[in-house]
């Protein structure tokens, strides 16, 4: 069964840093765009951040504007898994935050990616 578990989602603190984690199983994941997506309740999931295969050993990293300059995603796992690091969180940073695997460009967009994890929610409050 080919599937993608999210974790460390959680309640933190405007100013806080958070890792969150997404391991693929079933297959492997090392040549595909593994990213990072977030949804709030009435709108559409939006991209956060991309990890991106560029042969060999090498992977590219791309960011949302929203997240740019605080946030970080690695490739971990032999390739089959990626964690986003979020600094300095804002309350609008609040939602649930789903991890996704695909082949297929542009990698912004969510109806490029195949796999999809159940979602892990962060919230960001005082």
């Known amino acids: 069964q080919v599937q993608l578990v999210e974790s460390g989602g959680g309640l933190v603190q405007p100013g806080d840093s958070l890792r969150l984690s997404c391991a693929g199983s079933g297959q492997s994941f090392s040549t595909y765009v593994m990213a990072w997506f977030r949804q709030v309740p009435g709108k559409e999931r939006e991209f956060v951040a991309a990890?991106?295969?560029?042969?060999?050993?090498?992977?590219?990293?791309y960011y949302d504007d929203s997240v740019k300059g605080r946030s970080a995603i690695s490739r971990a796992g032999a390739g089959n898994a990626i964690d986003l690091q979020i600094y300095r969180l804002r309350p609008e940073d609040t939602a649930v935050y789903f991890c996704?695997?695909?082949?297929?460009?542009?990698?912004?967009?969510?109806?490029?990616?195949?796999?999809w994890g159940q979602g892990t929610q962060v919230t960001v409050s005082s």
């Open positions: 996704a695997a695909g082949l297929r460009r542009p990698f912004e967009v969510a109806s490029s990616y195949d796999y």
């Open positions: 990890n991106t295969w560029g042969g060999r050993q090498t992977y590219y990293e």
